[in-house]
């Protein structure tokens, strides 16, 4: 799923592209698609975009008449650009809409045969506000802002990092990330943390989702993202399973749960400890090894 960083400089690429320009067409090739009814879709054609902004892991696309669209990319969209005067790719069954304005052709897609990606449409900048759930945008917080919304609950930091109403923006991917460079586990409780960690926390939070954000914006250079994955060869922990970690060379762990993994390292982050899998462990009941050093690594 896009996050922060992702979905900041798919914001960026599109500022530049369609502020300013009209809304000349939409076009929906899946009826799912549309979540709300009101205002129609209809009210939106020929209206000038004024603003493009993040709301959460959302885009949020501001139109004259105080009218807005929101647009999820949940875990599989994607978005394309094709400028005025280039002929669009053809997207196949992936295609779920094209938005036509007057400098270009802003098409979504979606992988795989399940459909959430999701547009929704608000009249009133109050209704916009109703969507946003009020997660921390950790960017311009304290330490202390920081801090509240950790203990406001207790939950691992997992968990905790990727509760929208927590927290805006960070997902599956960066919160690995974050935790790695922090070095705190991902199953530690929120309840159990120090000042100290806290401030680790949050300065590991900083950093890679700053770091990330620079990287992906000097990756498109001008141009439209177009390779917007969770998936990173540069990243430490995320994806990277049996891979060893680029701090101490220990082989990523991973804890997996419904369609989500979370990946550590045990030597990093737990002690050498192994954290167990709700569905390995279950499995290999004692035969299931509890460190680094069972598992001969």
Known sequence: ??????????????????????????????????????????????????????????????????????????IAGRLHWTPADARAKRRGR???????????????????????????LARHAAALHEMDRGGLEVMASSVEEFGERLRRENHTLKRSLTDPRLFSGIGNAYSDEILHRARLSPVRLTSKLTDDE????????????????HRLRAEAAGEFPEQVTAFRPEMAVHGKFGQPCPVCGAPVQRIRYASNETNYCARCQTDGRLLADRALSRLLKSDWPRSLDELGA
């Open 94 to 120: 992936a295609a779920l809409a094209d938005f036509q304005f007057s400098t270009g052709m802003l098409t979504l897609t979606e992988a795989g045969t399940t459909r959430r990606a999701s547009l929704y």
């Open 1 to 74: 799923m896009p996050e922060l960083p992702d979905i900041t400089v798919y914001v960026e690429a599109l500022r530049d592209r369609v502020v300013g320009a009209t809304l000349d067409d939409v076009r929906l090739h899946t009826p799912f698609l549309l979540r709300s009814v009101d205002p129609p879709l209809s009210e939106l054609i020929g209206r000038t975009v004024q603003d493009v902004s993040r709301l959460g892991k959302r885009i949020a696309f501001g139109f004259e008449g105080d009218l807005y669209a929101v647009l999820h990319l949940m």
């Open 198 to 213: 806290i401030a680790r926390l949050r300065a590991a939070t900083l950093s890679v989702l700053e770091e990330w954000t």
